[in-house]
């Protein structure tokens, strides 16, 4: 079973960054795809960015210049770094992992998911 803890959440004013790491236990972490999504309140979950485990990466358009998403596969981590924040990515954040070396940006694509940390973002 794998279990997934996001950190780094926090407030933040418009224009910051924030860094969110997922740590991942219990399963082969390097051959599973991982990715992030975020649900805002009133709002469906939507995908925001992911990466496979050779490290190829696909984002959502709306974060396309200002997320990264990066992994570290000794560490079992992966990570969002989130710059140019805007008070529209205020949601609470999500990693989730694939048995699959292909990403996904589906939520039903992925079987493991983390309990989520909140981003808020103030004008």
């Known amino acids: 079973q794998v279990q997934l803890v996001e950190s780094g959440g926090g407030l933040v004013q418009a224009g910051g960054s924030l860094r969110l790491s997922c740590a991942a236990s219990g399963g082969t972490f390097s051959t599973y795809a991982m990715g992030w999504f975020r649900q805002a309140p009133g709002k469906e979950r939507e995908f925001v960015a992911a990466?496979?485990?050779?490290?190829?990466?696909t984002y959502a358009d709306s974060v396309k210049g200002r997320f990264t998403v990066s992994r570290d596969n000794a560490k079992n981590t992966i990570y969002l770094q989130m710059n140019g924040l805007k008070p529209e990515d205020t949601a609470v954040y999500y990693c989730?992992?694939?048995?699959?070396?292909?990403?996904?940006?589906?939520?039903?694509?992925?079987?493991?998911w983390g309990q989520g940390t909140q981003v808020t973002v103030s004008s």
């Open positions: 990466i496979a485990w050779g490290g190829m990466r």
């Open positions: 989730a992992a694939r048995r699959f070396i292909a990403p996904a940006n589906k939520s039903e694509d992925y079987i493991y």
